[in-house]
């Protein structure tokens, strides 16, 4: 079967006047019916660029776009219109109209597509009561709070019946709370209506609590791709390592250090190994940090020691863990 999305060599540079910015250079990757797919970058890195391509909002400089079966760098102005309907999106600032009622917003694409006004309000009820908000239809969004916008507006877009949704930074403006409640409910559209679906985000939060997938972007190239899990067990650029330690600024400040990053199935299995490892070599090591998280379901966890410092000791205790069936990844000290 073919991919819900396929991008092919994909560039797109922007003249402006103080030169050319290549904001997508030679980027492809495919995104498969019913994934959810990330792409994770820092800011400037192309994200916003990409994900305006994948419905050319933004016209490629060259290379493909093939959406649903179509190439969509080869259709005519009403082609493209049509193929759009295919593809929802949504923002971090939720883009609703300021004038219209929660009701009247997600009845709007049905307007457009020429749906009766009774038809659409029946349809837009049942849609808002999808992303838990029937009690707001008729609200104005000034009178709603962040996470409720952006049910609004992904009621909005279950209007326009798409088989893709795209994210950028939807939940961005949002607190972790409702950042989580919002990923849930976007999960809970993906397998309900089987809507493929692409987030773009800064934070690997995002990425895990949601992403089967996730590629890198850097600098407008895509440098890494790969499953959730295996970004996060060992990510292979320099890109990927900053993104999967942003926000942890302790580390960042121990300089000259050996550290290693180990990664492990579930938690109970680790402490009784870090146990041994010091009785075993009778030094200790520091835990500068630990965690639990919750990868495709499976308990996934994470911790940074600090080894001692004479080397030879240091080496036999990643060996050890080695050993033991953990990830280990020795760690640059200017990580972060
Ligand atoms: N319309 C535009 N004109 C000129 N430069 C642009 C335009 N849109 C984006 N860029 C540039 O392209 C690069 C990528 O921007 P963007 O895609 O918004 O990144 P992100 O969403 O990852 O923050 C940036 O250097 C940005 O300044
Ligand atoms: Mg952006």
Redesign the pocket.
């Known amino acids: 079967m073919e991919p819900m999305i396929q991008v092919g060599n994909l560039c797109k540079s922007?003249?402006?006047k103080s030169g050319t910015?290549e904001?997508?250079r030679n980027i492809s990757f495919s995104i498969e019916k019913g994934e959810i797919f990330g792409i994770i970058?820092?800011?400037?890195?192309?994200?916003?660029?990409?994900?305006?391509c994948l419905n050319l909002l933004?016209r490629p400089t060259s290379g493909t776009v093939r959406v649903n079966g179509k190439n969509l760098t080869k259709l005519s102005e009403k082609e493209l219109r049509k193929e759009r309907q295919n593809i929802g999106m949504i923002f971090q600032h939720f883009n609703l109209l300021m004038q219209r009622t929660a009701l009247d917003n997600v009845c709007f694409p049905m307007e457009i597509a020429g749906i009766s006004k009774k038809e659409a309000r029946k349809k837009a009820l049942e849609y808002l009561k999808v992303v838990g908000l029937e009690e707001k239809a008729l609200s104005y969004p000034s009178q709603l709070s962040g996470g409720q916008k952006q049910r609004v507006a992904i009621a909005r877009v279950l209007a326009s019946d798409p088989k893709i949704l795209l994210c950028?930074?939807a939940t961005s403006a949002l607190d972790p709370q409702t950042t989580k409640a919002i990923l849930e409910l976007i999960k809970e559209i993906n397998r309900d209506y089987g809507i493929t679906v692409v987030v773009?985000t800064?934070e690997m939060s995002v990425v895990q609590e949601i992403c089967n997938r996730v590629a890198v972007?850097e600098s407008?190239t895509l440098v890494e791709s790969g499953t959730v899990e295996e970004l996060f067990r060992s990510p292979k650029t320099e890109a990927a390592r900053r993104l999967v330690f942003s926000g942890r600024t302790q580390i960042q400040k121990m300089e000259g250090k050996r550290l290693v990053r180990v990664t492990f199935r579930d938690k109970s299995s680790f402490e009784p190994v870090i146990a041994n490892l010091i009785l075993t070599y009778r030094t200790p090591v520091n835990i500068l940090y630990a965690d639990t998280k919750n990868i495709g379901g499976a308990a996934e966890g994470e911790m940074i020691l600090q080894l001692p410092e004479i080397e030879e000791v240091a080496d036999k205790m990643i060996q050890y863990l080695k050993d033991t069936n953990m990830g280990v990844e020795e760690l640059k000290s200017d990580v972060g």
Not at 41 to 52: H, I, M
């Open positions: 922007f003249s402006t910015v904001a997508a970058g820092l800011s400037g890195a192309g994200k916003s660029t990409l994900v305006r933004e950028d930074e773009i800064h972007l407008g």
